[in-house]
């Protein structure tokens, strides 16, 4: 069995899909056209599945001629509201839609695996439950999808996701064990003063200036509360106040984002922001309304599945460059399937210096080399097909 050469003999039917989605971008719970894909194709393998969670979410299982146990497989569907500027002859017909992020490549990656898998299942031991997800960027589709009852009938002993990663060339994979991605919240602060005439700013109370002061204070959280050895993020994104050249505003809003990596680290930052917020907003004359709302969880992945993981690229990607100590800031809501099932989440490297394809994620220009593609698939299949082999 050589799981690489067959994931290339499939690769027009990857690519086929890969780029008839980035041409239709979805974005999060409205993925209709996108999931209608993933359970025709999957109707087409003869699949049993479960259409509909989370709004467009589709879970499906592929049972093994062995028996064994249940393994989760998961894929991510929804674009982003970015405008696209590739150029690329595929690239989206969706106004201010696009898939920056590399989820059109996930699905295509997905519907592959499930195809290997039926071709190969006299030789798969247990069963494996293919987990489409939409929603996952800020929107906590992975949440919904397991309070709806994705994982219902089946009791998963490990779980695999894997995300494309232009921050590595095509062919490296972070294939790391421990915390990979932040834990995050957002936050929305609204500081209210009293505006006036701007030649006039002893009359008032400048909210701008309180704003600016708390951007500036915050900037101390990592720096000063936060251990040395640790990581963590504090980034105020956005600042709005006023319009006119010569009025002091009423009003100002800051939003931004907290991450982190440990339950320690993440109290710090709250109890600090709120702490310096609110502290700055009283001292400069200003009353403040703070809003924040955690996104997701970090993503720490476990060793011992991260461990089978490796065992499987070394045999079925011997060319591979193999990253064992890798982390990102980033923040991902598989987080919440890996608080109920041990797994990981590998990067698959997406990137081509050469051929222009090395925007970052979430850019108007992302793209990434589908030369990719084929390792991916041959990587979850491999461990789906391999796991009993290698735990």
């Not at 359970?39 to 709004?55: F, K, T, W």
């Not at 589709?141 to 060339?169: C, K, T, Y």
């Not at 990981?344 to 050469?354: D, Y």
């Amino acid at each position: 069995m050589n799981l690489l050469q067959e994931a290339r003999e499939l690769f027009p039917y990857t690519q086929a899909l890969r780029r008839d989605l980035h041409q239709h971008p979805e974005l999060g719970y409205r993925e209709v056209r996108t999931a209608g894909v993933v359970v025709r194709e999957l109707r087409q393998l003869g699949l049993e599945l479960r259409s509909g969670i989370a709004e467009t979410g589709v879970v499906a299982l592929i049972e093994g001629a062995r028996p064994g146990p249940c393994v989760l497989l998961r894929f991510d569907m929804d674009a982003l509201p970015i405008e696209e500027q590739t150029g690329a002859p595929y690239a989206s017909c969706e106004a201010g839609q696009m898939h920056a992020c590399g989820h059109d490549g996930h699905v295509a990656i997905g519907l592959t695996v499930a195809r290997l898998l039926q071709q190969h299942r006299a030789e798969l031991s247990g069963s494996v439950m293919l987990v489409f997800q939409p929603a996952e960027e800020g929107l906590n589709g992975a949440e919904r999808m397991i309070a709806e009852g994705a994982l219902e009938g089946q009791s998963p002993v490990a779980a695999l996701a894997v995300h494309l990663w232009n921050d590595f060339p095509v062919g490296t994979m972070a294939i790391s064990a421990g915390p990979l991605m932040a834990g995050s919240a957002v936050f929305r602060v609204q500081v209210q003063g009293r505006g006036g005439h701007g030649a006039s700013p002893h009359q008032t109370a400048d909210p701008l200036l309180a704003a600016a002061q708390i951007v500036t204070a915050l900037q101390s959280v990592v720096a000063r509360n936060v251990a040395p050895l640790e990581a963590a993020v504090v980034s105020v994104c956005s600042l709005r106040a006023g319009e006119a050249f010569n009025v002091i505003p009423d009003q100002a809003e800051l939003r931004g984002t907290l991450r982190w990596f440990t339950p320690t680290v993440g109290q710090t930052l709250r109890q600090r922001f709120e702490q310096i917020v609110r502290g700055v907003g009283a001292a400069m004359g200003c009353a403040v309304t703070i809003e924040v709302r955690d996104l997701t969880l970090p993503v720490i992945n476990d060793a011992a599945v991260i461990e089978q993981v490796r065992s499987v690229a070394r045999r079925i990607l011997p060319e591979a460059q193999l990253i064992g100590e890798y982390r990102t800031m980033g923040s991902e809501d598989w987080a919440f399937f890996l608080q109920q099932v041990p797994g990981c989440m590998v990067f698959v490297g997406s990137a081509n210096e050469e051929k222009g394809l090395n925007a970052p994620h979430h850019h108007p220009r992302f793209d990434f080399d589908e030369a990719a593609l084929p390792q991916a698939v041959a990587l979850v299949a491999g461990w789906a097909l391999g796991r009993m082999e290698q735990a």
